[in-house]
């Protein structure tokens, strides 16, 4: 497979161990697919413009309340960063370089601005991928305080997240601890790409869809649920021996699931479709 110049780009930042990889130029190579002349170290010298202007804000003392509250009352007031509450499910929300640009997004990307600068200025602070809403917290030893980046930068405790997540949910839901775990940076570009995929599903661009799977399955060469989702991509594009392949790697994977019935199925009718003689 002959990758595009930005998906080599991808590729080769995220081949490197988690930590090392750069969570922000990989999310631009990402939008570098959708805006192939996007200057990737303009935008990186945007958030270094950004950061070095947090620091010269921040207090004599700084507690990790105050760093927030400075980081807060830059981005939120100073630069009017927001959440699009308004158009949430416009693709331009995921990518970095049209939320620097327009000042707004959703949670996710908000975080990853605001995870940009912590990071830059010394403050280290990690993405929480709760279900529904992603946060981001201080990586402070025995700080319990989470901080909302889409809704202006709002100090969360447990107790809040829970609240927001039955708001989400429309009902009663029971935190769990792994809903509040830190995320990796392979998982924060999954996130990013699911968030696509499933914005482009809902608007009939399978193209654009298969684009996100693909790299979901740079990150995640194994990842069951979109080697299935591929595979029917590729079978709804008539694309049909490789519908086949990725279905068939789905079922070795998970020989049991609830939808297997119906994959076997249209792995038969990749069959018939490939080769025609046999209906």
Request: proline share 6%; glycine share 6%; charged share 25%.
């Amino acid at each position: 497979m002959e990758f595009s110049v930005a998906r080599q780009f991808f590729y080769q930042e995220i081949h490197q161990p988690d930590e090392q990889i750069g969570l922000e130029r990989a999310a631009l190579y990402l939008a570098m697919e959708e805006y192939p002349e996007l200057d990737v170290e303009a935008y990186l010298n945007a958030l270094d413009t950004m950061a070095a202007e947090v620091e010269e804000r921040l207090p004599a003392e700084s507690y990790p309340l105050r760093v927030v509250q400075t980081i807060n009352h830059y981005l939120y007031e100073d630069l009017g960063f927001r959440g699009n509450a308004e158009d949430y499910y416009n693709p331009c929300n995921s990518f970095l370089n049209r939320v620097i640009d327009q000042r707004k997004g959703i949670p996710i990307t908000l975080s990853l601005i605001y995870l940009a600068i912590a990071q830059r200025i010394g403050f280290p602070m990690v993405g929480v991928g709760m279900p529904g809403h992603f946060l981001i917290r201080p990586d402070v030893a025995e700080m319990e305080i989470f901080v909302d980046a889409f809704h202006g930068g709002e100090i969360l405790f447990p107790q809040d997240c829970k609240d927001r997540l039955t708001q989400l949910l429309g009902q009663p839901v029971e935190l769990q601890p792994a809903f509040l775990q830190p995320v990796s940076s392979r998982h924060f570009l999954a996130r990013m790409l699911t968030n696509l995929k499933f914005i482009y599903l809902e608007s009939g661009k399978l193209g654009k869809a298969l684009a996100a799977i693909e790299r979901i399955l740079l990150l995640f060469p194994n990842a069951a649920i979109e080697l299935r989702d591929r595979g029917v991509l590729y079978y709804r594009l008539k694309r049909f021996t490789e519908a086949r392949q990725d279905l068939e790697n789905y079922l070795t994977l998970m020989p049991t699931a609830q939808d297997s019935p119906a994959v076997r199925e249209l792995v038969k009718q990749c069959a018939l479709h490939s080769h025609p003689s046999l209906n």
